[in-house]
């Protein structure tokens, strides 16, 4: 017999990149008295990892949960970037509904029609939030026209349609349900949670199963499973079957050892769970995304979509280079293959494979940035290793032929940068597909194109927009191989022997191009320094000093104007490296070298090609 479990909602808050999710579930555990009066909150407090925090993404989804009127809410706040969608599919399978933020000023984003398509392929209800309100530019009327449209665009059927809208600004700490009434605190929100957000069902005499939907990871008790009981109650010391909808060979008896539930930041230990709780479960080693746990004598696992592949590799390479092992903590095959393998535990789009080589392995992932956010994080803990160039991941379709990913890049720009935009997103293999007038003077641009032919463009588009433009890209199937790209115009500038950079060195160099370092730096011969304007590679002496004679005085040195180096960040010098160059990686400095070191071979192998 199917019940509803009345006193618990079970919600995830869905929406794109800055459209303030995180900031909406900070105002909701606030005003939920999760926090005691005098207690210290960081902002954004769901955003709990360094990198997180600093760049202002949500790169894993949260759980987190209040009581109002008591009634349990659970809230799941999601990444908004499209390299994270994997996480968001996944989180919907544990609620009954979804929260959809949208700007009150940049209105429908991509990013919002792929979440919102997935929420409503599972025929979950929407409350549709309108955040920043308070944005002088603010045009609600307009953006819920929007949503509507979207909606219909989806296809959704006629009781999505029918959903309310709530006009909030999460940093001001109000919501409304009347667009032009600004209101005093959160509570229409948290009532319009419990009157449309359906209660979670289940049948609480049946065998147990829960669907486990994410996987924490801690260093005492080894990985955490997260999910939702949706039959039958699970009890600590419980013995259960382990299955998997996909690989139907997976049968194992496990034991729940602890059993969680959320409360506010908190997991709380507990005895059992019944219907519709979200838990966490530990004690099992080698659980899974997509592992049901059931009772033994009734086992049925959950169906469940599969995880989308990678799309994107490098290489991550043992540091070879005549600096290694002088800056980093950790240095050997044996610590990189560890560190990289302990990533599994809780990244799931993520692959490593070994390779030929000992020393090298294929890292695969779902875009630039997933990547770049995994080797900033062991940068930081005392890692030192070397990366190669991200290429794509190409398939064969049924007669053989190539096939490669394929992205829909939505660009907006101000007027003036649309030629410049279409003109070298063209070059790099893109097709037009549609373009619009938006509001205030902006030009929005669709396009279908490869996706290496985004590789290294964002800094470029950067540049080309005078910071103005905003670039979003959605995954799009694979398509058929679109020809060869040349990702870079320019050649290098290669340090010719090794020593410390010197300002009469550089001087003479600058004229050559752009220099990356500036006098003092340690160089080695091979290390690109800057960047010509020429096509080819360009070799300097950067070391090179000041012959002295009665003639020539040391202190006429000092007239020497150096232009500042263009200090790249770890995003700017992925993207500037070309297929023959790797990025040397250290806690303390990111330098960019030739694979082949010694000029005469590296020639050799040049002409070869």
């Keep these: 017999m199917n019940q509803k479990r009345e006193d618990v909602r079970n919600v995830a808050i869905i929406a794109h990149v800055d459209h303030g999710k995180t900031t909406l579930v900070d105002e909701l555990l606030k005003q939920s008295g999760v926090f005691r009066e ?18 202002g993404i949500t790169i894993l989804s949260k ?109 001001g700490g109000y919501a409304s349900l009347d667009m032009d009434k600004e209101g005093t605190d959160m509570i229409p929100l948290f009532d319009t949670i419990l009157d449309y957000i359906p209660a979670p069902e289940g049948d609480p005499d049946a065998g147990t199963q829960v669907l486990i939907s994410t996987i924490d990871y801690n260093e005492y008790v080894g990985r955490i499973g997260v999910g939702k009981v949706d039959n039958g109650s699970i ?33 709380v230990e507990v005895k059992e769970a019944g219907i519709g709780s979200i838990v966490a479960i530990s004690g099992i080693s080698d659980i899974h995304i997509g592992d049901t746990l059931c009772s033994p004598d009734d086992v049925k696992p959950i169906p469940f979509q599969k995880i989308s592949e990678p799309t994107i590799a490098m290489h991550f390479v043992v540091n070879d280079s005549p600096l290694a092992g002088t800056e980093g903590k950790y240095v050997t095959s044996r610590h990189l293959r560890d560190r990289l393998f302990r990533e599994l535990n809780t990244d799931v789009s993520l692959r490593v494979e070994e390779t030929e080589n000992m020393d090298s392995f294929k890292v695969s992932g779902r875009g630039e940035l997933h990547l770049s956010v995994l080797i900033e994080n062991m940068r930081r803990e005392g890692y030192e290793f070397a990366v190669s160039k991200a290429e794509v991941l190409y398939k064969e379709d049924e007669n053989g032929k190539k096939t490669e990913p394929m992205e829909l890049a939505y660009v907006d720009v101000p007027d003036e940068f649309s030629g410049a ?63 060869d790209l040349n990702y870079r115009a320019n050649g290098s500038l290669i340090a010719f022997e090794a020593g410390e950079a010197i300002t009469y060195g550089l001087f003479n160099a600058q004229e050559r191009g752009t220099l990356f370092i500036g006098p003092g730096e340690k160089v080695y011969s091979g290390m690109v320094v800057g960047e010509t304007g020429r096509a080819e590679d360009i070799e300097i002496n950067v070391c090179k000093t000041k012959h002295l ?46 694979k082949i070191l010694d000029p005469t071979l590296r020639k050799r192998a040049g002409f070869k090609k």
């Design 38 to 55: 005098n207690q210290e909150v960081a902002e954004r407090v769901m955003d709990s990892n360094d990198i997180e925090r600093e760049r």
């Design 421 to 483: 935009v279409i003109q070298k997103l063209s070059a790099r293999k893109g097709e037009l597909l549609n373009m619009g007038t938006g509001s205030g003077g902006y030009t929005r641009l669709e396009f279908s194109i490869p996706s290496r032919g985004l590789i290294g463009y964002r800094g470029e588009f950067m540049t080309d927009t005078k910071g103005n433009g905003i670039l979003n890209t959605i995954f799009d199937g694979y398509g058929p191989y679109k020809g």
């Design 549 to 594: 004679t009665n003639t020539r005085t040391s202190s006429s040195d000092e007239a020497l104007k150096l232009v500042p180096p263009k200090v790249l960040s770890l995003e700017q010098a992925l993207d500037f490296i070309d297929t023959d160059e790797l990025l040397e990686v250290t806690p303390q400095s990111l330098r960019i070298r030739k």
């Design 63 to 171: 759980n987190t949960a209040i009581t109002y009127k008591g009634t349990k809410i659970n809230i799941i706040d999601t990444p908004g970037h499209a390299d994270f969608g994997g996480e968001v599919e996944r989180v919907l399978k544990m609620v009954n509904g979804v929260i959809l933020v949208v700007d009150a000023f940049e209105g429908a984003m991509p990013q919002t029609k792929f979440v919102l398509r997935k929420a409503l392929e599972l025929s979950l209800p929407v409350i549709v939030c309108v955040n920043k309100i308070d944005r002088p530019e603010a045009r609600c009327a307009e953006v819920v026209d929007e949503v509507l449209e979207l909606f219909i665009d989806l296809e959704a059927d006629e009781s999505q349609l029918d959903c309310p809208f709530v006009f909030a600004s999460a940093r």
């Design 235 to 267: 009890k600590v010391n419980q013995d259960v079957v382990m299955v998997n909808h996909h690989e139907p060979d997976k049968m194992r008896k496990v034991k729940v050892s602890k059993l969680y539930e959320f409360d506010g930041l908190n997991k």
